[in-house]
């Protein structure tokens, strides 16, 4: 009887412990960087829904998607914040989203930042790719890609495997060299110093001084700009080709509070939402709303390359592994 | 005691595992997928396998060529001589020392402030070289000290210079302690995870990071059970050749002591108890000269509300705390159960164990927490059970097998009850090392980083290593060391604690 008695106890505190108030809250799934979402837009949020806001941020994008398939069986997640169209082929294959069209897509000002067309996902910010560095360190400014080879180990990548930015690097030297990315990136290794898990490690070691350059943004100028009140980072978009990176938001399938979850997909494209991603987020917003005036620091690139989704579905992983075999053999 | 029980008796070790093996089970029955599994079979595999190897290899024969002088010291100067004593001190590192301070002091070494060799094979292999080499000069050490006394002198009489004595004469007696100071140095280097993060790079990952990569990346767990498997099987082997060498029946006590002062081994002595000073002193160094330079109080900042809103360090501070004291508890508890129904295939089961992926456990239980709704604190309680009783059943084998059975024997004539014969008769004896297990246990989690990094994905259940390595790895300078101090002072009094108790233990012996 004791023996039973203790099993029980067991089993309650078991299943107790874990048992939570999931009614009126709203999990949210995103990466490091959009932690600046709690400060003030989830309180409205809730305040306005009168619902509970769980935050719970995963170090790399990459990370969000491997933690819905996880819960496949057992949905924790309502929403997920930060996919990428590469990202959406992985989140469809596996039907860890659902679909929603939100009643404020009307509002993003370009139809074609809208990546998938059954709306499985939503873009909220965009933007485009570059490489930045510390005029301090050189003499002369790098302008193309080829002058980013000529130096060794001096530029910070994220990894394509773990990273948004990292995986649409990868796209932007494939969309740029086509079928010769692959000779690029052997020789491009040798300036790699190391690929990063994600934007914000290889942006603290490139602050750390480890090397001179960097993958990230074209608005890293305004950034610069705007934090350190000179251009103490600038940014070049190599030989003015430039690459768009959009960030959308999905509703998890079977999520818990669905009609919350519609609520703040809605919420990401309301103007209150908008307006803080050119400071915050250091996108651009997919809305109309005005723009910060230390945005006219942000670099545009003349020609935007392009991949076709359906040519990122066939190959993704194939590259992935080429990219992969390069670097492990980098010379 | 019948055949069956005597059997069960006998399969009761393998019975820690089970937890362990239901969690791999049953994720491999919802991911693993044969094709998967079968595409491994390919040269990136053997890459993989290579690099590990080379890496882990190459770590270890530098782990041994630096303790050479080192050890040789000590056998030399065991008694009351200060450097011998700081070199013991040393100990700690492998053990104790929380990995992410390991890898702070590097990357402040090899990312130029002092050299520019950061993602390098030599910075994985002097990071290695760092945190595993204080296992080789102890066990080398304490065996050396234990050759006969009459070998020795002979050897001496015939005029043989100390390093020819050290290779023909205590070479061959002490390779029984040399293969396990291998297998452990090697089973270390082979399944570095957070040394490997840090400081290495695509081009420098092993087994433990491609199953982490694996199950991160695109969730192959096909993948990454195939790596886990290469991983222990790898160990096993080694462990198994480990275990068949010679057995040191020559090794007894007094070991003469000598005064005599040379200058070649107390050069490398100085210059090894150099090295390990000033990795583990860097980060503190750089706090004072941190706090001090830029004029901020680091330290009150990682507990200031305002920080703890984005780095939980209070909140992971007691998490590590609960956690740890909850495991080192169970684990001696569980340990001491597992050692009186000892076996021989008992004991290979458990230390076989130390060859099981960190990863794939930490995956493993992550998932079966998910699915089942198992708090968090619980599930990590059992990882870090699985993880750290081979560990405690090696520290405390020796004191409890070693029991005097006749006093057992006597107290089965009074009672019949074996919790009042514990309690009478055994625990006033082994107290000390119970406690020093569990303050070793308690070390050994509150510093462990790849299970609790792999299990914190979205940081549900915030530890001291994997905030600490989340703060470090935005560069956080100042706020890095002033943790790493906190967490150093922290290890270091336990340390102090356990080498208090080791010598009362010692004295208590020898009297």
């Not at chain 1, 530029?155 to 086509?178: C, E």
């Not at chain 2, 693993?32 to 491994?40: C, G, N, Q, W």
Request: aromatic content about 16%; overall charge positive; proline content about 3%.
């Amino acid at each position: 009887m004791k023996k039973i008695t203790i099993i029980l106890l067991l089993c309650t505190v078991l299943t107790g412990l874990s048992a939570e108030n999931q009614q009126n809250e709203l999990t949210i799934y995103t990466y490091d960087s959009l932690s600046w979402i709690e400060k003030n837009l989830v309180k409205s949020f809730e305040q306005t829904n009168h619902c509970r806001v769980k935050v719970v941020k995963f170090e790399n994008s990459s990370k969000i998607i491997s933690r819905l398939i996880f819960e496949k069986r057992k949905n924790v997640a309502d929403i997920a914040v930060g996919i990428t169209p590469s990202m959406l082929i992985k989140a469809k294959k596996n039907k860890i989203v659902a679909d929603y069209k939100s009643g404020n897509i009307s509002a993003i000002k370009d139809k074609s930042l809208i990546f998938d067309r059954e709306f499985y996902c939503t873009p909220f910010d965009f933007g485009a790719l570059a490489v930045i560095y510390d005029p301090a360190k050189f003499k002369k400014t790098p302008e193309s890609f080829d002058d980013i080879l000529k130096m060794e180990n001096s530029i910070i990548i994220q990894d394509p495997r773990t990273s948004s930015t990292g995986t649409d690097f990868l796209f932007w030297t494939i969309a740029k060299y086509g079928d010769g990315w692959e000779n690029f990136w052997e020789k491009f290794s040798r300036s790699v110093l190391t690929a990063a898990p994600g934007w914000t490690e290889s942006f603290s070691k490139f602050e750390n001084g480890e090397a001179p350059m960097m993958v990230s943004y074209a608005t890293d100028g305004a950034y610069s700009m705007e934090n350190y009140k000179s251009s103490k980072y600038k940014a070049f978009i190599p030989d003015n080709e430039g690459f768009i990176q959009i960030e959308g938001v999905s509703i998890v399938k079977n999520a818990p509070n669905r009609k919350l979850a519609e609520k703040w997909i809605d919420f990401m494209l309301s103007d209150q939402f908008q307006k803080e991603i050119p400071l915050n987020q250091w996108m651009f917003p997919v809305t109309s709303v005005a723009l910060p005036d230390v945005y006219k620091y942000a670099v545009t690139p003349q020609k935007i390359l392009s991949l076709d989704a359906s040519v990122i579905e066939k190959n993704q992983e194939k590259w992935l592994k080429s990219w992969v075999k390069i670097m492990k053999n980098k010379k | 005691m019948n055949r069956t029980a005597l059997k069960f008796s006998r399969l009761l070790p393998a019975l820690y595992l089970l937890p362990a093996a239901c969690a791999v089970l049953f994720t491999a029955a919802e991911f693993f997928e044969i094709d998967s599994f079968s595409a491994l079979l390919n040269s990136d595999t053997l890459f993989i396998i290579r690099s590990t190897l080379i890496q882990s290899s190459l770590s270890t024969l530098l782990c041994f060529m630096i303790s050479i002088g080192p050890v040789i010291f000590i056998s030399r100067n065991r008694q009351d001589n200060f450097l011998s004593n700081i070199i013991r001190i040393t100990f700690f590192i492998p053990y104790y020392y929380p990995v992410v301070s390991t890898i702070i002091s590097f990357s402040i070494i090899f990312s130029g402030y002092f050299l520019k060799f950061q993602y390098s094979l030599f910075s994985i292999v002097t990071a290695h070289v760092f945190y595993n080499s204080p296992v080789m000069v102890k066990y080398l050490s304490e065996s050396i000290v234990k050759i006969k006394r009459e070998i020795h002198e002979s050897a001496v009489l015939e005029t043989r210079s100390y390093f020819s004595i050290f290779r023909h004469i205590s070479m061959p007696l002490i390779i029984k302690s040399f293969s396990r100071a291998f297998f452990i140095v090697f089973s270390f280097c082979f399944t570095s995870f957070g040394v490997i993060l840090a400081l290495g790079n695509i081009r420098y990952s092993n087994l433990e990071i491609s199953i982490f990569t694996s199950l991160n990346t695109n969730l192959d767990f096909s993948s990454a059970l195939g790596y886990g498997f290469i991983q222990f099987a790898v160990l096993a082997i080694i462990n198994f050749f480990a275990s068949r060498t010679g057995s040191p029946e020559l090794l007894i006590e007094n070991y003469p002591s000598s005064n005599t002062w040379n200058l070649k081994e107390t050069f490398f002595s100085v210059l090894y108890a150099a090295f390990e000073f000033l990795i583990v002193s860097l980060p503190l160094i750089c706090f004072f000269a941190f706090t001090h330079e830029k004029k901020t109080n680091y330290m009150k900042i990682i507990f200031s509300e305002k920080f703890n809103t984005d780095f939980p360090v209070i909140r992971s501070i007691m998490n590590s705390f609960v956690l740890s004291s909850l495991s080192a508890l169970s684990v001696t508890f569980i340990t001491y159960i597992l050692l009186k129904k000892n076996s021989k295939s008992g004991e290979m089961i458990i230390t076989s164990a130390i060859g099981i992926s960190t990863a794939l456990l930490s995956i493993s239980f992550l998932y079966v927490s998910i699915i089942f709704g198992i708090n968090p604190y619980l599930i990590m309680l059992a990882g870090f059970m699985t993880l750290s009783i081979p560990y405690s059943y090696s520290l405390m084998h020796q004191h409890v097998t070693g029991f005097n059975r006749s006093m057992l024997e006597a107290a089965l004539l009074e009672t019949k009850s074996s919790l009042k014969r514990f309690f009478s008769i055994e625990l006033p004896v082994i107290y000390p090392v119970l406690i020093l297990n569990f303050l070793n246990v308690f070390a050994i989690i509150y510093g462990e980083f790849t299970f609790a990094y792999i299990f914190n994905s979205g940081n549900s259940l915030p530890l001291v290593s994997t905030t600490g390595y989340s703060i470090a790895s935005r560069r956080l300078l100042g706020e890095t060391y002033a943790l790493n101090t906190f967490n150093s002072f922290f290890i270091i009094m336990i340390f102090g604690l356990i080498f208090f108790i080791s010598s009362k233990l010692k004295t208590g012996r020898s009297k």
